[in-house]
């Protein structure tokens, strides 16, 4: 490489680090789990790699970071403040009391959409006849966070979608009023829950929407922060 492009590179990675400089970032990642007795839940397969992607690199670019995590086995950047809880309603609690103080908040978790009306005490015991479970709608845990936040946070939300169509998410980006929706469509092979690497749509407020292309899931998250951020 020539001098001019080394330094070009250079400049680049020193903006990149200060780009989230003295901000705080508020990020919720993995599942919740929602107990249907003592034993048992339900939930979902998101690990936990995304959030602790975007953690990261927001740490490199500088900046304070908060993590609210449902239960993963992933291990979190050891710089970043991590609360863990279980349910939806434990991480609207818990992040709620982050989102009033933060810049930028990063709904990366896959909330559970619905959890049990009654939690069965003890275990359930196997019966002949059928059982019936009836479901409440869980808070949707970014659109609350959104309320909360102060007058020019950025809100960036995440959307796992089943195929490559992009109009539930635009739809999602304009309910929740969030500057921006990850489109991740999980029915790709080796991409989405518990890969290592990702391919996503990023959807923003205003102009074009942008295709990462696969990437490692800590690329994808300097990509998204940079450019919705910028």
């Not at 780009?19 to 034993?39: F, M």
């Not at 809100?155 to 929740?176: H, Q, T, V």
């Not at 690497?197 to 990023?202: F, G, M, Q, R, Y």
Request: glycine letters at 8%.
């Amino acid at each position: 490489a020539t001098n001019s492009e080394i330094l070009a590179a250079a400049l680049e990675a020193m903006q990149r680090s200060q780009l989230l400089a003295g901000k705080r970032v508020l990020i919720t990642s993995g599942p919740t789990r929602e107990p249907l007795d003592d034993v048992r839940f339900l939930s979902n397969d998101s690990s936990g790699k995304m959030g602790a992607a975007v953690a990261r690199a927001a740490l490199m670019m500088g900046a304070e970071v908060t993590v609210v995590s449902g239960p993963v086995s992933v291990a979190y950047p050891a710089r970043a403040r991590v609360e863990r809880v279980t349910t939806a309603l434990e991480m609207l609690e818990v992040a709620s009391v982050h989102a009033p103080g933060a810049d930028v908040i990063v709904g990366v978790a896959a909330v559970a959409d619905y959890r049990p009306k009654e939690r069965a005490a003890g275990k359930m015991r196997r019966e002949a006849s059928e059982k019936h479970l009836e479901l409440v709608p869980n808070p949707d845990i970014i659109a609350a966070l959104a309320g909360l936040a102060e007058p020019g946070a950025k809100i960036i939300g995440f959307a796992a979608e089943p195929d490559p169509d992009l109009a539930e998410a635009r739809n999602k980006l304009a309910r929740k009023h969030l500057d921006a929706i990850v489109h991740n469509d999980v029915s790709e092979p080796g991409i989405g829950f518990g890969s290592d690497s990702n391919a996503v749509t990023l959807i923003r407020a205003e102009g074009e929407p942008l295709l990462s292309g696969r990437r490692s899931k800590l690329e994808i998250a300097r990509w998204l922060l940079e450019n919705t951020l910028r």
